[in-house]
């Protein structure tokens, strides 16, 4: 027996307790710092000795030794895996594998369409700005090959729509026929659809959102009134956050949900408690039908803002700590996941294990007006990336495709002798070519350093969560 490679170990932060949490058997506990010490020399009896008798939950050093652990905490550890028996292991990662893969076989899929790559935003940090687009418009032939080519590759798989930009509500008659057709074919093909918007025209198209199946409406806001106006505004630099925030009341008026993204770096993150308690005080967090993210503003292919504003993963969440240990009253607007730790906290079990956390070209495709076919929306409009096409004609580089769905923790060298890997998944397949060249590498998360955060707030820090 041996100390399972998948245990993930480390002290939470600000606390003399530490945790130990393993994805594969689905086991988590606090360890006080004596239980830990109790367990690093289980450990290194591990490696010296001959072994575990099970029979008695003992462990013994090799000959001549005379040193047995007949302790509860070794019993413990064998019960919940921390411990356990390497070829045992390897049936269980097998199966647990097996298993991922079957459900992410029959998982629904996420289909991106991409109207236009245009925008009536001129964002500070718009990575889009210096993509080349054709001179091309969305037609109602485009539309239709659209769903004649998703209904003829993915016939008997759950699926839903997603509208992307660009900006996707472009108020103009042309743009507008082009929304009113999509809709028309996605009620006709009962499919929910989704849509990612500034949120600039939602009062404008509401007549028209009305009659679609909406799961949700995205949309962005990044602070308080000056704040978000300082960041988001239109191209003749005229303020947004008002008739975004008459959009958003209209759609939580009428029961469509909204889940509102507040995208974070150095220049607007203080502003995260004043833009929580404007929300909560015109009751958004009272609607079922709300719900809120907050994303990174990262260096993803291009960003026009200064990389000194931009948070790593780890750094951002040292701040979302710092500031919800002094505000902690914003729980309400939103919930940080710190990786697996909000899932812990709130179903008291752990997730299954994630063999792999990049959906592209799984249960998530992108496409575009111009009739190009992506892995992802980390990928679409980069020409470069296509993977084929729809319309005119139907084209697939199905090597290149092949590459991208066999992608998960079990092809990529470094995921292999990871600790992290059941929770970390590989991370991002277009970051990593991006980064490393090639999509069989990693794209590492910080999951322990969020997770000793994410214990700390969950278990120790905050109470009435």
């Known amino acids: 027996m041996y100390f399972s490679k998948y245990n993930i170990m480390s002290q939470i932060k600000d606390s003399e307790n530490f945790f130990i949490v393993n994805l594969l058997t689905k086991n988590a506990d606090i360890l006080s710092k004596g239980e830990v010490e109790e367990m690093k020399d289980l450990t290194l009896a591990l490696s010296k000795g001959e072994g575990i008798g099970t029979d008695v939950y003992s462990l013994s050093f090799g000959e001549g030794r005379g040193e047995v652990f007949e302790t509860e905490l070794l019993t413990e550890a064998i019960e919940k895996g921390y411990i356990c028996d390497e070829i045992e292991e390897k049936k269980l990662f097998r199966n647990a594998y097996l298993d991922f893969i079957d459900s992410r076989d029959t998982d629904e899929i996420q289909i991106f369409f991409v109207t236009n790559y245009a925008c009536n935003f001129a964002c500070s940090y718009c990575y889009q700005d210096e993509y080349s687009y054709p001179n091309q418009q969305l037609t109602k032939d485009i539309i239709d090959s659209f769903f004649d080519y998703i209904k003829k590759e993915f016939p008997n798989r759950k699926k839903y729509l997603t509208i992307f930009g660009g900006e ?77 925030v008459a959009g958003i009341d209209l759609c939580l008026q009428n029961d469509i949900p909204v889940n509102l993204r507040f995208v974070a770096d150095k220049e607007n993150i203080d502003n ?88 592209a070209c799984k249960t998530e495709w992108a496409f575009d007006y111009t009739g190009k076919i992506y892995s992802c929306t980390a990928t679409v409009g980069k020409s470069d990336e296509s993977l084929g096409t729809f319309y005119p004609e139907i084209s697939r580089k199905d090597e290149i495709i092949s590459q991208w769905q066999s992608r998960d923790i079990t092809e990529i060298k470094e995921c292999k002798s990871c600790s992290v890997a059941l929770a970390c998944g590989g991370g991002c397949a277009s970051v990593a070519k991006n980064i490393n060249g090639q999509l069989n590498s990693p794209d590492c998360r910080p999951v322990k350093e969020l997770l000793e955060m994410g214990m700390s707030f969950y278990f120790e820090k905050v109470e009435n969560v």
């Open 168 to 244: 996707p509500l472009l108020d103009n008659p042309s743009q507008r026929e082009m929304i009113q057709h999509i809709i028309t074919r996605s009620n006709d093909n009962n499919l929910d659809i989704s849509f990612v918007t500034n949120g600039y025209t939602i009062v404008e198209y509401f007549d028209l959102l009305k009659t679609a199946r909406i799961r949700e409406i995205q949309i962005t806001l990044d602070g308080t009134e000056n704040v978000h106006n300082s960041r988001r505004f239109l191209k003749n630099g005229q303020a947004t956050f008002n008739k975004i």
């Open 272 to 359: 995260l408690p004043e833009l929580a308690r404007f929300a909560i005080e015109k009751a958004w967090t009272k609607s079922p039908n709300f719900k809120t993210q907050i994303g990174r503003n990262y260096e993803l292919h291009h960003c026009q803002q200064m990389t000194n504003n931009l948070f790593s993963r780890v750094s951002l969440y040292e701040k979302i700590y710092e500031i919800y240990l002094q505000n902690s009253s914003i729980i309400e607007f939103h919930k940080p996941a710190f990786f697996i730790s909000k899932f812990l906290f709130e179903n008291n079990s752990l997730p299954n294990p994630l063999f792999d956390s990049c959906p």
